[in-house]
């Protein structure tokens, strides 16, 4: 069974400029939550995505915006890039939108801007 | 909006003491309660978590947190660390009758276990 992959690793980006961040979720989950990891802090919620719609949005901008497509996978795509946007991304898949369903998260991408 | 504390943030043990870590949380109806752990260069890994039932629940690697309603808390035991549990542990909470579907994190506690 594939756990939950992210792409890029790493990625270092200018002010301004707008960036994609790719999730692959785990086989047979539906469910894809992204999330944001300042330095020192613990992961906040962006927003999920349950069959290719957005089911929740956390205290985010929207400029934030995301994809989910057929297969379930996902993209975080963030514009008009600021240096507070400097942060680990993670990206957590899950078999189910309900909240007893076990989200499992992914390495995570390290966006940097400078 | 409910929120989580975690007021240790750095913790420094020697192997085969005993751990404790303290989470609370702001929200005074049903959550669901989770602790999760970061090794170094790891994903985020579930350890345990609690819906209903007995208020002491054992996780893997022989931790185990206990739920207190009237204190709004979820602390993490475990009564000998090995070096290995050298990591970040993360409490989170999810309020499963808002439709809030996330996880509320909190900030976290670096676990550090000399030899």
């Known amino acids: 069974e594939t756990g939950v992959t992210q792409s890029p690793t790493h990625l270092i980006k200018t002010r301004g400029q707008q960036v994609t961040l790719r999730c692959s979720s785990q086989?047979?989950?539906?469910?894809v939550s992204w999330y944001q990891q300042a330095l020192g802090q613990g992961p906040q919620f962006i927003f999920q995505y349950y069959r290719e719609e957005e089911n929740g949005r956390g205290n985010f901008p929207p400029r934030f915006s995301g994809l989910q497509f057929p297969n379930y996978s996902s993209e975080l795509n963030v514009n008009a890039l600021e240096l507070d946007d400097s942060a680990l991304y993670l990206c957590?898949?899950?078999?189910?939108?309900?909240?007893?369903?076990?989200?499992?998260f992914g390495p995570g991408t390290r966006l940097t801007v400078t | 909006a409910q929120s989580v504390s975690q007021h240790n943030h750095h913790v420094i043990l020697s192997e085969a003491a005993s751990l404790e870590l303290g989470c609370n949380y702001s929200?005074?109806?049903?959550?669901?309660l989770f602790w999760y752990v970061q090794y170094p260069g790891q994903h985020l890994q579930l350890l345990l978590k609690?819906?209903?039932?007995?208020?002491l629940v054992k996780g893997i690697k022989g931790f185990e947190a206990e739920f207190i309603k009237s204190k709004f808390s979820f602390n993490l035991r475990k009564p000998s660390v090995q070096w290995s549990d050298t990591a970040e542990y993360f409490c989170a909470v999810k309020v499963p009758d808002t439709g809030r579907r996330a996880l509320t994190f909190g900030s976290g506690t670096r676990l550090q276990v000399q030899p």
């Open positions: 957590a898949s899950s078999l189910g939108q309900g909240a007893s369903y076990e989200q499992y």
């Open positions: 929200y005074g109806g049903t959550v669901n």
């Open positions: 609690y819906f209903s039932g007995d208020p």
């Open positions: 086989s047979g989950h539906n469910t």
